[in-house]
């Protein structure tokens, strides 16, 4: 009876965490002596949309940024601030089961079956940030891959 009930473990982990912040960037051309990075205008629009309207072809608000305001200095840095786009959050969950058979006191063999991202949920990269671009405002990836499923079997003596 011990054989087929006795040495089972089970372990999970769920993550559930907010969107990191995300600033958006202008796009290319727009940087006058040929700086690192700068910000496009904002248009004092609210840039996150409610859960139920975000997307992953249109993550945020599109009109809450352009690369420029008609009528200012062609090359300078733009009004808009920092981490003001909240992007995708992580929502998983890791399972796995154990199952231990002892032989002897100092033999024994361990069967684990692993299962990461079981939900098998999509985890969003960030979305593109920079006004004028394909990809701004659309996420073309995720973090990680989906479910992925591992088999492991150690014998100890």
């Known amino acids: 009876m011990n054989l087929a009930l006795g040495g089972w473990q089970l372990g999970t982990i769920l993550t559930l965490q907010d969107g990191f ?4 960037t202008c796009g290319s ?9 700068c910000y496009p205008d904002a248009t004092a629009i609210n840039p996150n949309l409610s859960r139920g309207n975000q ?14 305001l008609p009528g200012g200095a062609q090359f300078r840095y733009g009004n808009s601030g920092r981490n003001t786009i909240i992007g995708p959050g992580i929502i998983d969950m890791d399972f796995s089961v154990i199952k231990n058979f002892h032989f002897t006191e100092r033999q024994g063999l361990e069967f684990r079956a692993e299962f990461f991202n ?6 969003w990269n960030l979305p593109g940030a920079s006004p ?3 990809t701004y405002g659309v996420i073309t990836s995720t973090v990680i891959d989906s479910r992925q499923l591992q088999f492991g079997l150690k014998y100890s003596f």
């Open 29 to 37: 051309g727009s940087i006058q002596n040929g700086g690192d990075t």
């Open 21 to 24: 912040p995300l600033t958006a």
């Open 118 to 123: 079981l939900p098998n949920h999509p985890l």
């Open 55 to 68: 997307d992953p072809s249109q993550w945020f608000n599109l009109a809450a940024f352009v690369n420029r």
């Open 132 to 134: 004028g671009t394909s």
